[in-house]
């Protein structure tokens, strides 16, 4: 009772945020020197296409009725037409989602795949060899730029040695799956060095607890006391810190988008700012912002299972 | 054959490969030919079209009543065989081929012709009308298309030869469904078929920004070498790729066939890769940057630059051939003529235009009476690392004349509107013609009623009425003198920094035969051939 209460909680909680994200997109967009108009009618166009051009956009009505319009349209589920794309936002980001989605996705579990057991194996042999060997290439990993690390990739595993296509998405799963492993694994790079820091010290924490200490004194198998007692307590942090890093992973989309020539709302993202493309930039970051709430309440809901007590506060 | 293929080098390599393909004994025909872009298409409409990624597909999709050659540059003939001019200017009158079809087949008739020509100079739709706004009138009578003008206007053939005149389909793009001419246009791409086409090939698919498809054209009308239909390639397949690196490891992973847009810094390596032709296309394009000429600043403040001896003193300055080395690592020349490209018609030889000379700078600067340690801002592309190898080599150029440079960076959006605003002393721009003729690139940066002389706010009375002369002048020898006397006035008054032109560079595997960049940057596929 307790969890549908909280649940709920949460999830209206999310009105105001909602709101807020769009009064703020919304005035920053604007905020942004260049104009639509001259983006959509190209430097050669003459003063009065582009006076025709604002006047057809609406964007000399005051800033307080295309505030009103756009929370309206949205709420009906309008999000506006893409200038760039001579075609409706909701269209644009619905064909383009689902790639993004699924190499954040493919990050986050090839992530967890990576920082898990690398965790495990070094908070296990604290100061000793295969720890400060895992910490130094993690270390490496954290210091360089996502699009460098996608370079390399491509020109080592794609281009010399032929074992990876360079670009393209796939048709099917499984071709998707080979497709995007390279920037799954240039996007989950990053992550997992944060995510395998992180879990190494709450694992080296929760082994030093004094729970874990009675547990082996009371003899139970080592298998039990890592599994039940070490790592659900030790994932709680980093549960949270998982979250939060996924709004970081969909932001690292919109370089590794680019060098992988994935078409996903990243790659979008980038050439509707470039393109001064006012809906198309709205409805991305409205899309952004739901994605991460919802991950954030997954964490939160996640988190409130592997620790009751937050559902008391 | 290896070559870095420069303006002869070219037309050479045209003549072997025709060579070839007589000699050989069955011109292989099929395959599918892999080109990575580095920007996408967004509606590739004859009338829509306004970015050159757009532009420069239409002609494989639609084909002009008339087109350029790409040898000698000259009109020729495409839909129509052949045209004449009345002896006042004011009718052209143009015959189409037998036989003419779309690429479903149906019959291709006057009727496209007037319904095209009409939609491409209605003012509501498209960008482009106001290339065409001396036609008052097109009719036709079976294969006899006559238009008639308000006035002669010297640039219509070549008009006739752009894009945005293609035919398209009357009766498909009726049939389409939607409302408006914009809904018609996105519906029939959307769909992706054979229909509305008179091009080489038609859009057999098209993902927004990451993919499209051609076929080939079975009822296209130009022949190939062998004999049959153009083109001889089943179809062309685009993927686009914006970086530069990933472009190139596609073309060197095998995975395509041609990468445009190669960084010249990689150019020297493509070349000397022997499955690779790396060509150095002839462009149109030239690299330019704007003075601001007005005598005040935005702010109010006295602008150095409104004296033409401080941008004289500026051009000579500019050691243009370091820049070349610096930004292009050789793969380029400095601007000859002051408004347009040496591959543009009626373009006059000037060089060297503004070569280094320092010591005449420094006089110009002292004439002038500038102040030690005056600042000017460059405004640059944030990101451009062209634009930042520019700044610093400027920065160290014009440091002799005690000025002082600062850099602005901002993004492409920004610029345009600083540039419509007048809010910078220099700016870094650059131009492709889109238009076979020089009357467009001269009047966007000339002629001060189209665009304030390209953002400079320079306004010139003699350039102006010569400008508007030139442009219902029938007499080629008077057109060009016009043209001549406009880029001796414009190189003197330097209302630009003159830099540079630069080429295409295309990267193009071993097995591929015939592509061709033209100097307007369309990409011409029709006559590729694929070694299998």
Redesign the interface.
Do not use: C, N, Y
């Given at each position: 009772m307790a969890g549908v209460q909280y649940t709920l909680n949460r999830l209206v909680l999310m009105i105001p945020t909602f709101f807020l994200v769009m009064i703020i997109i919304f005035l920053l967009v604007r905020l942004?020197?260049?104009?639509?108009a001259?983006?959509i009618?190209?430097?050669?166009?003459?003063?009065a296409?582009?006076a025709a051009i604002r006047d057809k956009l609406g964007l000399n009505a005051p800033l307080w009725t295309q505030f009103w319009l756009f929370v309206t349209n949205t709420l009906q589920g309008d999000l506006g037409r893409s200038i760039?794309?001579?075609?409706p936002v909701l269209d644009?980001v619905l064909?383009r989602l689902p790639t993004t989605l699924f190499l954040t996705i493919y990050a986050v579990t090839l992530s967890m795949l990576i920082a898990g057991p690398l965790a495990f194996l070094a908070a296990v042999n604290r100061g000793k060899w295969q720890d400060n060997l895992i910490r130094a290439v993690f270390q490496v990993g954290l210091s360089m730029p996502v699009f460098y690390i996608g370079?390399l990739l491509?020109?080592f595993l794609?281009?010399h040695l032929?074992l990876f296509?360079?670009?393209?998405y796939g048709d099917t799963f499984l071709d998707r799956m080979y497709h995007l492993f390279l920037p799954a694994v240039t996007v989950a790079l990053y992550t997992s060095a944060i995510l395998m820091r992180n879990l190494r010290s709450a694992i080296i924490e929760v082994l030093d607890a004094e729970y874990v200490q009675f547990a082996r004194a009371k003899g139970l198998p080592n298998r039990l006391i890592l599994g039940r007692h070490v790592l659900k307590n030790a994932l709680i942090s980093t549960v949270t810190l998982l979250g939060l890093s996924i709004g970081q992973l969909m932001s690292g989309t919109l370089v590794t988008e680019?060098?992988?020539?994935v078409?996903g709302v990243g790659?979008?993202m980038l050439?509707a700012i470039?393109?001064?493309d006012y809906p198309l930039i709205q409805g991305l970051t409205l899309t952004f912002a739901v994605l991460v709430s919802a991950v954030f309440l997954m964490t939160d809901l996640f988190q409130s299972w592997l620790d009751p007590r937050m559902r008391l506060k | 054959m290896k070559a870095a293929a420069l303006a002869v080098g070219l037309a050479m390599s045209t003549a072997l490969t025709a060579f070839t393909y007589q000699t050989a004994d069955a011109l292989e025909r099929g395959g599918t030919l892999n080109f990575a872009r580095y920007d996408g298409s967004k509606l590739v409409d004859p009338i829509y079209a306004d970015r050159n990624p757009d532009i420069w597909m239409v002609g494989s999709l639609f084909s002009t009543l008339l087109e350029t050659d790409p040898d000698s540059g000259e009109l020729v003939g495409s839909l129509a065989e052949r045209y004449e001019v009345a002896a006042d200017g004011k009718t052209i009158t143009l015959t189409l081929r037998d036989g003419l079809k779309f690429s479903d087949g149906s019959a291709l008739t006057g009727e496209d012709v007037i319904f095209s020509l009409d939609r491409a100079r209605n003012p509501d739709l498209g960008p482009w009308s106001g290339l065409l706004s001396a036609i008052s009138n097109v009719s036709a009578d079976g294969n006899t298309v006559t238009i008639t003008l308000e006035n002669p206007d010297p640039a219509l053939l070549s008009m006739l030869a752009t894009f945005n005149t293609a035919i398209v389909s009357k009766k498909a793009f009726e049939a389409a469904p939607g409302e408006t001419d914009q809904d018609k246009s996105a519906a029939i791409f959307a769909a992706g078929g054979p229909g509305v086409g008179s091009g080489p090939f038609f859009l057999s698919g098209f993902e927004q920004g990451a993919s499209m498809s051609f076929s080939a054209n079975p009822h296209y009308w130009k022949l190939g070498e062998d004999g049959k239909p153009l083109p001889y390639v089943d179809g062309v397949e685009f993927q686009v790729i914006p970086d530069d690196a990933t472009r190139v490891l596609k073309l060197t992973a095998g995975e395509v066939d041609i990468a445009e847009f190669i960084p010249f810094s990689r150019v020297s390596e493509l070349d000397a890769d022997p499955a690779i032709n790396m060509y150095l296309f002839p462009s149109t394009r030239i690299i330019y940057s704007p003075i601001n000429t007005r005598e005040t600043r935005a702010d109010g403040s006295p602008n150095p630059l409104a004296d033409k001896r401080v941008r004289q003193a500026l051009n000579y300055a500019t050691h243009k051939d370091a820049l070349i080395q610096l930004i292009l690592q050789g793969a380029g020349k400095p601007m000859s003529s002051p408004v347009m490209s040496s591959a543009t018609r009626l373009a006059v030889d000037m060089s060297p235009l503004y070569g280094f000379d320092l010591e005449k700078a420094k006089a110009l600067i002292e004439e002038a009476g500038l102040e030690p340690g005056t600042e000017i801002t460059l405004t640059t592309l944030a990101g451009s690392a062209d634009d930042a190898t520019i700044f610093a080599a400027l920065q160290q150029m014009w440091q002799p004349l005690g000025i002082t440079l600062v850099a602005e960076q901002v993004d492409g959006a920004t610029r345009g509107a600083k540039n419509r605003s007048g809010e910078f002393d220099i700016h870094t721009y650059g131009w492709v013609d889109d238009v076979n003729d020089p009357s467009q690139v001269t009047g966007w940066l000339g002629y001060y009623p189209t665009r304030k002389a390209v953002g400079t706010g320079w306004n010139n009375a003699e350039f102006n009425g010569l400008y508007e002369a030139s442009s219902t002048e029938m007499d080629p020898e008077k057109r060009a003198d016009q043209y001549r006397q406009m880029q001796e006035i414009y190189a003197e008054a330097a209302p630009l920094l003159f830099m540079y032109e630069t080429p295409f560079a295309v990267a193009v595997s071993g097995k591929v035969d015939g592509y061709i960049q033209t100097p307007l940057g369309n990409n011409i596929f029709e006559n590729v051939s694929l070694e299998r």
């Open positions: 942004l020197p260049g104009d639509p001259i983006a009618a190209g430097d050669k166009a003459s003063d296409d582009i760039l794309m001579r075609a644009v064909a370079l491509l020109t794609a281009a032929g296509p360079v670009g393209g680019t060098v992988f020539a078409p790659r979008s050439e470039f393109a001064r | -």
